[in-house]
């Protein structure tokens, strides 16, 4: 899971929007690129999020692009729906959910130590686009969806959600479209006063 003191980028993809599912669907921002479009590109994607490939019966990875373009646009509109409030498409809701029916693994209760143990299987252990839905639905669950945010710079097309204590973040990175606002604020002021 992804939080701010992270590297805002990871091999140069951005991941800077405090939630996995986000980082998720900022993989294709459009002035860099879509990271996903090949199957070499998603193993990338995954290592840089510390998710481990699916993997098939002979050991090879098993990439299936169309699942993972169509889970990132669901996600996409979600984040559209959740943040305005409108109503989330059903398609969507029941692509996550069976993402989530194909991660989901009952705990497993072990003895151990003379105390019984309850062991669930962790995000990095699943199939990572179960990862990624599960850590959809407890967001959806557990956190404030007025604090989603679009970047402020209108050229850039990331999306993240705000945990700062205030709820005034705007730019995807101050390391990024931060740091160009107060650079072009800086020449604006300047240019002004060359002219006053």
């Known amino acids: 899971m992804t939080t701010q003191q992270d590297s805002d980028f ?8 405090s939630r996995l599912w986000i980082d998720f669907a900022n993989s294709a921002p459009v002035a860099l690129g879509d990271f996903l479009a090949t199957p070499e590109g998603w193993t990338s994607w995954l290592a840089a999020a510390g998710l481990k490939a699916g993997v098939g019966r002979k050991g090879a990875a098993v990439v299936d692009l169309g699942a993972v373009h169509a889970l990132r646009a669901a996600l996409s509109r979600l984040f559209d729906a959740l943040q305005t409030g409108a109503r989330p498409a059903a398609s969507d809701l029941d692509l996550v959910n069976q993402h989530l029916a ?3 693994a009952p705990p497993r209760i072990s ?8 062991e669930r299987k962790e995000a990095g252990d699943m199939d990572p686009l179960a990862a990624i839905a599960t850590d959809f639905a407890d ?16 050229e850039c097309s990331l999306i ?8 005034a973040r705007r730019w995807c990175s101050m390391s990024a479209c931060g740091n160009r606002h107060k650079v ?3 020449r604006m002021r300047a240019a002004k006063l060359e002219c006053s």
């Open 10 to 17: 990871r091999d140069g993809m951005p991941f800077l929007g």
């Open 102 to 104: 194909a991660g989901a």
């Open 111 to 118: 003895w151990r130590d003379g105390e019984v143990l309850v």
């Open 139 to 154: 967001f959806a669950a557990h956190y404030e969806t007025a604090r989603l945010r679009h970047c402020a710079n209108p």
């Open 160 to 167: 993240f959600y705000d945990t700062a204590r205030n709820g």
């Open 184 to 186: 072009r604020s800086h």
